[in-house]
């Protein structure tokens, strides 16, 4: 585990240097774009704790196809014992049909020993639509059909095929502010009652053209989670964004 806390900061600055894209149309958004995000919170005296934050992502956006790599390293830990660690990385790759149509291939991966997750890996086929496409207001939902490969620690490995479907909001409120709600749900096509959702909820706000304040809100459900672990886990943090 140590050796593992040592290597991802590094290996999630090596994985955003990579190509990546997006769900928008080009024509109304930069060609390429990087954004880095941290967050820390620490005390001592009474109590000393521990929580670190890392988020990455690339998106290239070229000749109509839309390609983004994201990243995301938290840690936490509580009078120099580990707490909480998780790792999720994600790919996608997508060619635009029409202005409001795309197809994608998405591979996906976490590692969440705390939750009994060694490593879950998924890769997926499927299309995007732009429901709403206002200046202010945009909705995007997607749907698509894969295969998971869960390694569990305290579990058999498990696999199955899957279909699952996504909804991204994005609500400007002025130049400067922004809010954004993405969820999924992902069904096993071999067993109804495993079954899992996931809710991003996001509010940024401007401080500088480059830098930006952001408070979000992860929740991951799991209908069927390893013997012994919780069904949902919540990540609450506060970041500094720089986008360049």
Same mark, same amino acid.
Not at 228 to 241: N, R
């Given at each position: 585990?140590?050796?593992?806390?040592?290597?991802?900061?590094?290996?999630?600055?090596?994985?955003?240097?990579?190509?990546?894209?997006?769900?928008?149309?080009?024509?109304?958004?930069?060609?390429?774009?990087?954004?880095?995000?941290?967050?820390?919170?620490?005390?001592?005296?009474?109590?000393?704790t521990e929580s670190v934050g890392l988020g990455l992502s690339r998106t290239d956006r070229v000749d109509g196809?839309?390609?983004?790599?994201?990243?995301?390293?938290?840690?936490?830990?509580?009078?120099?014992?580990?707490?909480?660690?998780?790792?999720?990385?994600?790919?996608?790759?997508?060619?635009?049909?029409?202005?409001?149509?795309?197809?994608?291939?998405?591979? =996906?991966?976490?590692?969440?020993?705390?939750? =009994?997750?060694?490593?879950?890996?998924?890769?997926?086929?499927?299309?995007?639509?732009?429901?709403?496409?206002?200046?202010?207001?945009?909705?995007?939902?997607d749907g698509a059909f894969g295969y998971a490969n869960e390694e569990r620690t305290t579990a058999p490995t498990t696999e199955t095929a899957t279909w699952d479907m996504g909804m991204?909001?994005?609500?400007?409120?002025?130049?400067?502010?922004?809010?954004?709600?993405?969820?999924?749900?992902?069904?096993?096509?071999?067993?109804?009652?495993?079954?899992?959702?996931?809710?991003?909820?996001?509010?940024?706000?401007?401080?500088?053209?480059?830098?930006?304040?952001?408070?979000?809100?992860?929740?991951?459900?799991?209908?069927?989670?390893?013997?012994?672990?919780?069904?949902?886990?919540?990540?609450?943090?506060?970041?500094?964004?720089?986008?360049?």
């Open positions: 585990m140590r050796s593992l806390r040592s290597i991802v900061p590094a290996a999630l600055l090596l994985f955003a240097a990579g190509r990546a894209g997006a769900q928008t149309p080009a024509d109304q958004q930069p060609h390429h774009e990087t954004s880095a995000e941290v967050s820390f919170v620490g005390t001592s005296g009474n109590s000393s196809w839309l390609l983004i790599s994201k990243g995301a390293y938290v840690h936490n830990s509580s009078f120099g014992q580990l707490k909480a660690e998780s790792v999720a990385l994600s790919l996608q790759a997508g060619k635009i049909v029409t202005r409001r149509l795309s197809m994608f291939a998405r591979y =996906g991966f976490l590692h969440d020993q705390f939750a =009994g997750i060694e490593s879950r890996n998924t890769v997926a086929l499927g299309e995007a639509y732009i429901l709403v496409d206002g200046s202010k207001n945009k909705l995007t939902a991204l909001y994005d609500w400007k409120l002025s130049d400067t502010a922004e809010i954004t709600d993405e969820s999924r749900l992902v069904f096993s096509l071999s067993d109804s009652d495993d079954w899992r959702s996931g809710n991003i909820a996001t509010l940024s706000a401007k401080l500088t053209t480059i830098f930006s304040l952001k408070v979000s809100n992860t929740v991951r459900y799991v209908n069927q989670p390893v013997p012994g672990f919780e069904k949902t886990d919540t990540i609450t943090a506060v970041a500094l964004v720089a986008k360049f």
